[in-house]
């Protein structure tokens, strides 16, 4: 199995970007650490490949989220990216089983519902950028369609798929996003709308052996490739900062801890690590405070 990838093209004349990625691996991962069900690893899946592909149009030390925030039952969706590939997610209710929808295909709109979709960049220098839009399908690349028409006045064609096995591993995942630019003519937009619509899914690609490079010669054939960046899980948190959340209780609730319990688990909602903090560390935490 190849690696995971993201790769950034530009079509000669400048006015059309693609981003194709694939994720199977890092999906794997997300799967193995949250244990997610079929549906609710689709959900997840799709969103954590849009937004890895969305941060290779970050610079330096910027991140975003991603929040899809549906009524649906598998809750919010969050995931975070940075511009070197790493990526990191979860979904508040992994354990959700919905029958197929009428194509036959995990029913991620049914399990998502309807809502909101949130983008937060975090330029640094305390400049942070958000967008939202309604969630139109649940789906996801639908939803990010929309998103990146209303949100950030840019017409797109997204596509993302997770295909998940009987053992619910993910077979393959990648996705898609060609975006047209400043300056594009009706000849981009004719040839973007051709392009896209004569791509099979993601998923039969993928499951066919087709890389993240070749879903970029299915969508644009004669673009350049501006980057190609490695994917990968990657999670933030450490012991130090679940400390400074548990601090974060106060005395009482600390006191109380360590009377009922004699110390503290806190657990990382995005990789799902787990910190324990046994009675003598929570009473350092009450000295300090
Ligand atoms: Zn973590």
Known sequence: ?????????????????????????????????????????????????????????????????????GDGPIGSIVVDADAVGHVRGYVDHPHIHLPSNALGKLDVGGAVGSGLLHVMRDLGMRDVYRGSSELQ????????????AVSEQTPSAVGAGVL?????????????IVQLLPGHTEEDVRMVEERVAAVPSV??????????EGLLTCLLPDARVLGVQPLSFQCLCSR??????????????????IAEQGGAEAVCHF?????????????????RG
């Open 271 to 287: 990789c799902n690590e787990r910190y324990n903090f046994d009675a003598d560390e929570l009473r350092a935490m009450l000295h």
């Open 203 to 212: 998923t039969d690609l993928l499951v066919n052996g087709v890389d993240a």
């Open 1 to 69: 199995m190849g690696e995971d990838v993201a790769i950034r093209a530009l079509t000669e004349s400048g006015t059309v970007r693609a981003l194709t990625c694939v994720t199977t691996q890092l999906v794997n991962e997300l799967q193995e650490r949250h244990q997610t069900w079929p549906v609710a690893t689709a959900a997840l899946g799709r969103t954590a490949s849009i937004a890895a592909m969305m941060g290779l149009l970050l610079k330096g030390e910027e991140r975003l989220t991603v929040q899809v925030k």
């Open 164 to 176: 998940v096995g009987t053992d619910n591993r993910v077979i393959v995942s990648g996705g898609f």
């Open 137 to 148: 399908t649940g789906e996801i690349a639908d939803d990010f369609t929309y998103y990146f």
């Open 240 to 257: 130090e900062r679940l400390a400074a959340v548990i601090e974060s209780l106060g005395p009482a609730e600390i006191e109380g801890l």
